[in-house]
């Protein structure tokens, strides 16, 4: 059986020259890769009590839905701001150029409910931090948040170190 790392398919000097883009739809797009990458994710969560799985646009659903159904848990959306029909609370953080906004519905998280946070990858950390401020301005509490793939060199644990933070792979680059 490959490992995880195998189905990942590395682009160098993408979006710009130096950067090596880790392309996820190589992973879901193999059946073999994509149930590997959901089972070492649910990995990540054993022995954790938890009641919600909360997860960012885009890639966030794509791996915290099956994580959600396999456990017999919600799931939430994390998504974009203005993409929600229903009232919503929001949180802004900064991008590398510019900042952006996410939002969640307010009744997505009930108060004491245990949220585990899911997202294809850490980079800087700031989307996880902005979704953990969402979670807690709800009442709930992040118990956990997880990645299949963790960019080392940029730091993102760092920024998110008040909380349980664990990926599948860690590259030590950026």
Same mark, same amino acid.
């Given at each position: 059986?490959?490992? /995880?790392?195998?189905?990942?398919?590395?682009?160098?000097?993408?979006?710009? !020259?130096?950067?090596?883009? +880790?392309?996820?739809?190589?992973?879901?797009?193999?059946?073999?890769? $994509?149930? *590997? @990458?959901?089972?070492? #994710? &649910?990995?990540?969560?054993?022995?954790? &009590?938890?009641?919600?799985?909360?997860?960012? %646009?885009?890639?966030?659903?794509?791996?915290?839905?099956? $994580?959600?159904?396999?456990?017999?848990?919600?799931?939430?959306?994390? +998504?974009?701001?203005?993409? *929600? !029909? +229903?009232?919503?609370?929001? @949180?802004?953080?900064? #991008?590398?150029?510019?900042?952006?906004?996410? %939002?969640?519905?307010?009744?997505?998280?009930?108060?004491?409910?245990?949220?585990?946070?899911?997202? &294809?990858?850490?980079?800087?950390?700031?989307?996880?931090? @902005? @979704?953990?401020?969402?979670?807690?301005? *709800?009442?709930?509490?992040?118990?956990?948040?997880?990645? *299949? /793939?963790? $960019?080392?060199?940029?730091?993102? +644990?760092?920024?998110?170190?008040? =909380?349980?933070?664990?990926?599948?792979?860690? =590259?030590?680059?950026?």
């Amino acid at each position: 059986m490959k490992k /995880i790392e195998e189905y990942v398919t590395s682009i160098p000097d993408f979006p710009e !020259p130096g950067i090596i883009f +880790r392309d996820i739809t190589s992973v879901i797009g193999d059946p073999d890769g $994509l149930k *590997l @990458a959901i089972d070492s #994710l &649910d990995d990540l969560l054993e022995g954790v &009590d938890y009641d919600v799985v909360a997860g960012a %646009e885009s890639r966030g659903f794509i791996f915290g839905t099956p $994580l959600a159904y396999k456990n017999g848990k919600g799931f939430a959306l994390v +998504r974009k701001k203005g993409k *929600l !029909p +229903r009232e919503t609370i929001e @949180a802004s953080y900064d #991008l590398e150029y510019g900042s952006a906004t996410i %939002e969640m519905h307010k009744d997505a998280i009930k108060p004491g409910q245990k949220v585990v946070l899911v997202d &294809d990858l850490i980079a800087t950390g700031g989307t996880m931090e @902005a @979704a953990a401020r969402l979670v807690e301005e *709800l009442g709930g509490k992040v118990v956990k948040i997880i990645f *299949l /793939i963790e $960019l080392a060199g940029l730091k993102g +644990r760092e920024r998110l170190a008040k =909380y349980d933070v664990a990926s599948v792979i860690c =590259y030590d680059g950026k």
